[in-house]
Nanobody, 125 residues
């Protein structure tokens, strides 16, 4: 029902920035909270950020607060993750996820029903 496609990943030097995008299909985008998760090799998938349907509220993992910003453009069915001051420990595959709830701001994988294929972010030291 919902298809998500991430883009914007790549290789960046420590201290640099990247902006990830997640394009969503369907006409229910604005009714869904959206989240970003990441997974490094050998690690569990980890919560990064979430934003409610209207874009008025957001929450972040402690590890990225002050460095990452989640936003959305409902007219374009797109959610973004602006990543600044990147560190090598930010290296991971980043996944976009869609909730069925408009205001959930969930921080666990079980809060989200649809997932993209991921985009690789590599931060060199």
């Amino acid at each position: 029902q919902v298809q998500l496609v991430e883009s914007g990943g790549g290789l960046v030097q420590a201290g640099g920035s990247l902006r990830l995008s997640c394009a969503a299909s369907g006409r229910t985008f604005s009714t869904r909270s959206m989240g970003w998760f990441r997974q490094a090799p050998g690690k569990e998938r980890e919560f990064v950020a979430t934003i409610n349907g209207s874009g008025g509220r957001a929450d972040y993992a402690d590890s990225v607060k002050g460095r990452f910003t989640i936003s959305r453009d409902n007219a374009r069915n797109t959610v973004y993750l602006q990543m600044n001051s990147l560190r090598p420990e930010d290296t991971a595959v980043y996944y976009c996820a869609a909730d069925v709830r408009p205001n959930g701001l969930g921080q666990t994988q079980n809060d989200y029903d649809y997932w993209g294929q991921g985009t690789q972010v590599t931060v060199s030291s």
